[in-house]
């Protein structure tokens, strides 16, 4: 029996992305294009696109038009580590990046000194009307947009510890901890993760190319010094669909991905 002729067009169609001829990314044809190429009904051609979207294969963007859907190599974060490294975050992130042979990749912070978000004020222990200094970085890997990650830290900082360096807009080569451990004798002895989900914002939306209604991950790491009080809360946005996460408890070994299914 001969097969439906919308799905005779997907299957070409998917021949095409699976073969490169139409790459990740890459946009289909328009209806018009396709009804012409295959000599076929509009309501064929879009049968054979919704057969291609529940597949996965690609993906219709409103007003834009149909797209071969990316495939994205998830990376996998631990987030546990030595609570008392000074190695910034942004340090940690180039080189656990490296280290699985994937290219990482930051912007220079954007500097801003602001009033912080009252979630960020309660976990800095200040009051929502004092001031901090924010430095916000893009991060991406093999240049797809993997996370934004914003560190908020007391303006008291640069106003009475003298740590006037948190104001420009340089990447630290030694970390900030690091920085602030040598300017004001801060030390960091630990921090504390507060992960949650939720729906992305416009500004998410269009930074990681995701839809409306997809998920992301947002962290709040407030770090603590020696007298527990708390040196700065870095909030972090990471897609759902390119990232995973390890928490290592007590002495565990090294992970391992590529295990062989025969010996488990």
């Known amino acids: 029996m001969a097969q439906p002729m919308y799905h005779q067009i997907a299957d070409d169609l998917r021949r095409k992305i699976e073969t490169g001829e139409l790459a990740p990314g890459a946009q289909l044809p328009t209806e018009l294009e396709l009804r012409d190429q295959y000599e076929a009904s509009r309501n064929t051609?879009?049968?054979?696109?919704?057969?291609l979207t529940s597949?996965?294969?690609?993906?219709?963007?409103?007003g834009q038009g149909t797209?071969?859907?990316?495939?994205?190599?998830?990376?996998?974060t631990t987030l546990t580590g030595d609570p008392q490294s000074s190695a910034g975050e942004?340090?940690?992130f180039l080189s656990e990046v490296s280290e699985k042979h994937r290219r990482p990749r930051a912007t220079t912070?954007?500097?801003e000194i602001q009033v912080p978000p009252a979630e960020v004020a309660r976990r800095l222990r200040i009051a929502e009307t004092d001031q901090v200094v924010s430095r916000h970085e893009e991060r991406f890997i093999d240049e797809t947009p993997w996370s934004l990650q914003t560190s908020f830290y007391p303006m008291q900082f640069v106003?009475?510890?003298g740590a006037t360096k948190l104001l420009m807009a340089e990447n630290m080569p030694d970390g900030v901890v690091q920085y602030l451990g040598d300017t004001m004798g801060i030390k960091q002895v630990g921090y504390r993760d507060w992960i949650t989900a939720r729906t992305p914002n416009s500004h998410e939306q269009g930074f990681f190319r995701i839809a409306h209604d997809a998920t992301v991950f947002e962290t709040f790491r407030?770090?603590?010094?020696?007298?527990k009080t708390p040196l700065r809360v870095t909030?972090?946005?990471?897609?759902?669909d390119r990232n995973q996460f390890i928490v290592d408890v007590g002495i565990v070994p090294a992970a391992q991905y590529d295990i062989d299914e025969s010996h488990s």
């Open 45 to 51: 051609i879009r049968d054979a696109i919704k057969r």
């Open 55 to 62: 597949l996965g294969v690609v993906e219709t963007k409103p």
């Open 67 to 76: 797209f071969v859907v990316q495939k994205i190599d998830p990376f996998v």
């Open 90 to 92: 942004g340090t940690r």
């Open 109 to 111: 912070p954007r500097v």
């Open 159 to 161: 106003t009475n510890g």
């Open 222 to 227: 407030t770090a603590f010094d020696q007298n």
């Open 235 to 240: 909030v972090t946005v990471f897609p759902a």
